[in-house]
């Protein structure tokens, strides 16, 4: 699977839009990209994935450059329930299996 | 339709002992995976099962192991507990539909205490 690359942390005012960046330059074709977070002491929540074109659902949009080199997930107005610890991942969906890696992650930190 | 449910929340052991923890996927899952996660190492695959059969597995001794059943719930089991096995342990399931991408859902874990 492709590596990422997220800026360690992030700030953000409530109610404004976030913008958190990933690289993924060495994405293939067949990758797709998938963002989650994990707020303290629970399991990582499933935001959103794409494959080419960009998606959007109730909790957030992705955008994915032409190239797919890099991907921007945005959460339209922020609150402070959104001050977590967000992960982007590049993988092949295929019948060889479901095994995401981790990085570090971004954590976001949305301030009133 | 109801999430991902792992039981117990919380666990202590003591040093040498076994434990075994349970997830029951999201209904119409087919899919479990379990990872690890501690504050030094992050977030770490043990394994994944797939219609009851192992399919993929992390870089972990062999104290630990899994087991899925045929209603797709899946325990794990880790043998001779040592300090070091102390972290969140977490499964996720898929319904590893071809063309969708099929994201993972997690659970809120098991919070594993070894004393």
């Known amino acids: 699977d492709a590596k990422t690359t997220q800026p360690p942390s992030m700030d953000c005012a409530e109610g404004r839009a976030a913008n958190l960046p990933c690289n993924h330059s060495?994405?293939?074709?067949?990758?797709?990209v998938y963002w989650y977070r994990q707020i303290h002491s629970q399991g990582p929540q499933y935001i959103i994935h794409?494959?080419?074109n960009n998606e959007t659902n109730e909790m957030a949009s992705l955008i994915i450059t032409e190239d797919r080199k890099s991907s921007t997930l945005i959460l339209p107005h922020a609150t402070l329930r959104d001050t977590a610890v967000y992960y982007c991942?590049?993988?092949?969906?295929?019948?060889?299996?479901?095994?995401?890696?981790f990085g570090g992650g971004t954590r976001l930190m949305v301030k009133p | 339709k109801a999430g991902v449910t792992q039981t117990p929340r919380y666990l202590i052991k003591t040093r040498g002992q076994q434990v075994t923890l349970s997830c029951s996927p999201i209904?119409?899952?087919?899919?479990v995976s379990w990872y690890q996660q501690t504050p030094g190492q992050g977030l770490q695959f043990l394994f994944e099962?797939?219609?009851?059969?192992?399919?993929n597995k992390g870089n972990f001794p062999g104290r630990f192991s899994g087991r899925q059943f045929s209603n797709s719930r899946s325990e794990m089991n880790v043998s001779t507990l040592e300090l070091g096995d102390s972290a969140l342990y977490l499964c996720?399931?898929?319904?590893?539909?071809?063309?969708?991408?099929?994201?993972?859902?997690f659970g809120n874990g098991t919070r594993l205490t070894v004393t």
């Open positions: 996720a399931s898929s319904s590893n539909r071809q063309g969708t991408g099929s994201p993972l859902h």
């Open positions: 060495t994405i293939s074709g067949n990758e797709y």
């Open positions: 099962y797939f219609s009851e059969t192992q399919r």
């Open positions: 794409g494959l080419k």
């Open positions: 209904s119409g899952h087919r899919s």
């Open positions: 991942i590049v993988r092949v969906f295929n019948n060889a299996g479901n095994m995401l890696t």
